[in-house]
C-alpha cells in the first residue's frame, strides 16, 4: 500500500454494532482518515452516522463503492465479505475482514497485531480479523509462550451483544418481562427444539453457535483452529467449552495453561504486567480482578485470578476479559488498518 498522509476507507456494514465502532475507533485513535464511505444493504442505505462533528450517510453497496478506497473495513457477515471482498481487492482497496468467510484460507493473514503482525506482509488484498473469544485469548497467550505453550483449557463467558444487536435488545425484554412477572422468553437464543427456545435473562447457556459432529459448537472449534493459526503453533492442544451469559458487553474467559516448563505465579504476572495491551488486575484480597463491566468500551485485554494448580506446577489459571465489540472486533481491526499504514512505503 502508498503511504499517503490521508487515507480513504469504506465500512461495509456501517449501521451495525460492529460497524458503528469501527468508525467511533478511527475517530477515538485519531487514525488519518480522508474520505470514509459508509456501506450497507439497500434498507439501511440513508442512515445517518456521526462523525468527527459531522453526521455521514450510508449508501447501499456497489462495485463502485470502492474505486479509491485504500483500506475497506468489512463487517457485514460471511455471505456479504464472499460478494464483496473479491469486489474491493480487484478495485484496489485492502480488505479487512471481521467475519468468518477468510479466517482458516491458507493465503488470507489471520492478525492480531499484538501477536503476528509479520503476518501481514504477506496479504494478497484480503486480512482475516479473528473470532472475539479467539483474539483476547492469544493477546496472553502471546505474552506467556516462552515457557511452552502445551495444552490450553478454556471456558467462555460470552455476553450476547456477540450474537448482535437484536440479541441485546432481546435480554432487555427478558429482564423487563420477568420483572413485570411474565416468564416468557423472546425467540432470539438457541433453539432446544425446533417450537421452543431457550431464556437467556437469568440464565446460562452452553451453546454458542450451532452445534457440529464432534459434539463442539462452531465457537468452541474456532478457538482451537484459530489460535493455533495465530499462534503459529498447529499442534496446540485447545480444549474449549463456549457459554452464553447474560452479560450485553465484554467476553470472559477462564483458562488453565499448561506449560512445557514448571512456572510460578510470580512469573506470569511479570510477563503479563509487562504484555502489550495487557492490563493486570490481579488483587484478590481487594477484590480486585477483571469483569466485563471493566472492560466495557475499552480495548485493552484484562487478566487476574493467576494461580497454580493445585496439583500441577507446569499449569497456570487466569480469568481473560475483553470488550467483544471493540478489541474482539472493531479495535482489532483498525489496529491492523494502522499497522499496513505503518507498513506503507
Not at 1 to 19: H, I, P, Q, W
Not at 52 to 66: K, M, N
Not at 119 to 128: Q, S
Request: glycine share 6%; hydrophobic share 45%.
Amino acid at each position: 500500500m502508498e503511504r499517503k498522509d490521508r487515507y480513504s476507507f469504506a465500512v461495509l456494514g456501517a449501521t451495525g454494532a460492529v460497524g458503528r465502532r469501527m468508525l467511533s475507533t478511527l475517530e477515538r485513535r485519531g487514525v488519518p482518515v480522508g474520505e470514509v464511505r459508509l456501506l450497507a444493504s439497500p434498507r439501511s442505505a440513508g442512515t445517518r452516522i456521526p462523525f468527527r462533528g459531522e453526521e455521514l450517510v450510508v449508501e447501499a453497496v456497489r462495485p463502485e463503492s470502492f474505486d479509491g478506497v485504500d483500506i475497506a473495513l468489512f463487517s457485514a457477515g460471511a455471505a456479504a465479505s464472499e460478494e464483496w471482498a473479491p469486489v474491493a481487492v480487484e478495485r484496489g482497496a485492502v480488505v479487512i475482514d471481521n467475519s468468518s468467510a477468510f479466517r482458516m484460507h491458507d493465503d488470507v493473514p489471520l492478525v492480531v497485531p499484538e501477536v503476528n503482525p509479520h503476518a501481514l506482509a504477506h496479504h494478497r488484498g484480503i486480512i482475516a480479523n479473528p473470532n472475539c473469544s479467539t483474539i483476547q485469548l492469544v493477546v496472553v497467550l502471546h505474552a506467556l509462550r516462552e515457557f511452552g505453550l502445551e495444552h490450553v483449557t478454556i471456558s467462555t463467558y460470552q455476553a450476547v451483544s456477540g450474537m448482535g444487536q437484536r440479541a441485546v435488545d432481546a435480554l432487555l425484554e427478558e429482564v423487563r418481562r420477568a420483572e413485570a412477572g411474565e416468564r416468557d422468553v423472546t425467540t432470539v437464543f438457541p433453539v432446544v427444539k425446533q417450537d421452543r427456545h431457550v431464556p437467556m435473562a437469568f440464565n446460562v447457556i452452553p451453546q454458542c453457535d450451532i452445534f457440529l459432529d464432534n459434539g463442539y459448537t462452531k465457537e468452541e472449534m474456532k478457538l482451537v483452529n484459530e489460535s493455533r493459526k495465530i499462534l503459529e503453533i498447529p499442534s496446540l492442544r485447545v480444549t474449549p467449552t463456549a457459554v452464553r451469559v447474560p452479560v450485553l458487553y465484554g467476553h470472559a474467559e477462564s483458562v488453565a495453561v499448561r506449560f512445557r516448563d514448571p512456572v510460578g505465579v510470580a512469573e506470569v504476572r511479570d510477563r503479563l504486567a509487562k504484555a502489550e495491551n495487557v492490563v493486570l488486575v490481579d488483587d484478590p484480597a481487594s477484590a480486585l480482578y477483571p469483569h466485563p463491566r471493566m472492560a466495557e468500551d475499552r480495548g485493552e485485554t484484562f487478566v487476574g485470578r493467576i494461580r497454580q494448580d493445585l496439583e500441577d506446577p507446569h499449569t497456570i489459571l487466569f480469568f481473560i476479559v475483553a470488550d467483544n465489540l471493540l478489541k474482539g472486533a472493531a479495535w482489532n481491526a483498525v489496529q491492523i488498518a494502522e499497522k499496513l499504514m505503518e507498513m506503507a512505503r
